[in-house]
């Protein structure tokens, strides 16, 4: 393959582990270490947090499409793609509108809420965050293993 290639193959990885690594660092480490904090402690890490990662899962999404569709050019399209390929270019757009759903919705109204004020609400909120980022990290872990090992098995 040719340098095109291998470059937009890092960036991909590299936004891949930007996006689904934090959702496991944020589901699997974070949220149980701040269960044992104030509610409204908890809902203020929460916004910070959100904040400061939403804005890297933004800019994941695009480097992914972006070097997603370079990979795909480069070996000549969809039509000679392995299916495992077709499989990660669905779930993608599918963890994409999970994610614009879950930014548009539950974060927005979660960051409108006066947490300090309103904790019931804002504990519902990322209740429905949490939700949506169960489901993206699974579907983005299944996706690690596609790029990974789906070839061997087309």
Same mark, same amino acid.
């Given at each position: 393959?040719?340098?095109? =290639?291998?470059? $937009? ?6 936004? @891949? ?12 480490? *974070?949220?149980?270490? %701040?269960?044992? #904090? ?10 910070? /947090? ?6 890297? +899962?933004? +800019? ?6 972006? $070097? ?5 050019? #480069? ?9 495992? /390929? ?7 757009? /599918?963890?994409? @509108? *999970?994610?614009? =759903?879950?930014?548009?919705?539950? =974060? ?30 699974? %579907?983005?872990? %299944?996706?690690?293993?596609?790029? +990974?090992?789906?070839?061997? =098995?087309?």
């Amino acid at each position: 393959m040719d340098a095109l =290639y291998s470059i $937009s193959s890092t960036v991909h990885t590299l936004a @891949a582990v930007i996006w689904v690594g934090g959702m496991f660092f944020a589901h699997i480490i *974070l949220r149980p270490a %701040l269960m044992q #904090e104030k509610a409204g402690i908890r809902l203020g890490v929460w916004s910070e /947090v959100l904040t400061r990662f939403f804005k890297w +899962v933004w +800019v994941a999404i695009i480097l992914l499409a972006i $070097s997603g569709y370079i990979m795909v050019g #480069e070996i000549g399209g969809f039509e000679v793609s392995g299916l495992h /390929v077709r499989v990660m270019h669905g779930l993608f757009w /599918v963890m994409t @509108a *999970l994610f614009t =759903y879950l930014f548009f919705k539950p =974060y927005t109204a979660f960051k409108s809420d006066d947490i300090a004020d309103n904790i019931e609400a804002g504990a519902k909120h990322l209740a429905g965050i949490r939700r949506i980022v169960i489901i993206n990290l699974i %579907l983005g872990l %299944l996706q690690i293993i596609l790029g +990974v090992s789906g070839r061997f =098995y087309a």
